[in-house]
């Protein structure tokens, strides 16, 4: 069984940075495909970016790219997010997720890839 805990959101003022954890438990981060999703209020729950477990990572959305990275630490088993010059339209709550499946990069991911699943963390970045 896979637990998932992610840390790390709070209250940021646009331009600033966060960087994001997910502590994983239960399987080691290198057998896994993992990923964040994000689900602003109202909204559903969309993908960001995933890493499989040989370590390649997906692209972001437009809207991301070049601000965000994905990454992860085997030796902490654990998986990150970091997000640079932050926007108000990436307030949400951030869900790390895993699957103890390959998946290349070039697919398209969806929730129902996805397993296990953490808690989710609030980002909040005011304008």
């Known amino acids: 069984q896979v637990q998932l805990v992610e840390s790390g959101g709070g209250l940021v003022q646009a331009g600033n940075s966060l960087r994001l954890s997910c502590a994983a438990s239960g399987r080691s981060v290198g057998v896994m495909t993992m990923g964040w999703f994000r689900q602003a209020p109202g909204k559903e729950r969309d993908f960001v970016a995933a890493?499989?477990?040989?370590?390649?990572?997906?692209d972001f959305a437009d809207s991301m790219k070049g601000r965000f990275t994905i990454s992860r630490d085997k030796a902490k088993n654990t998986l990150y997010l970091q997000m640079n010059m932050l926007k108000a339209e990436d307030t949400a709550v951030y869900y790390c997720a895993a699957v103890a499946k390959y998946y290349t990069v070039s697919y398209t991911f969806r929730t129902a890839d996805f397993p296990s699943w953490g808690q989710g963390t609030q980002v909040t970045v005011s304008s």
């Open positions: 890493i499989n477990w040989v370590g390649a990572a997906t």
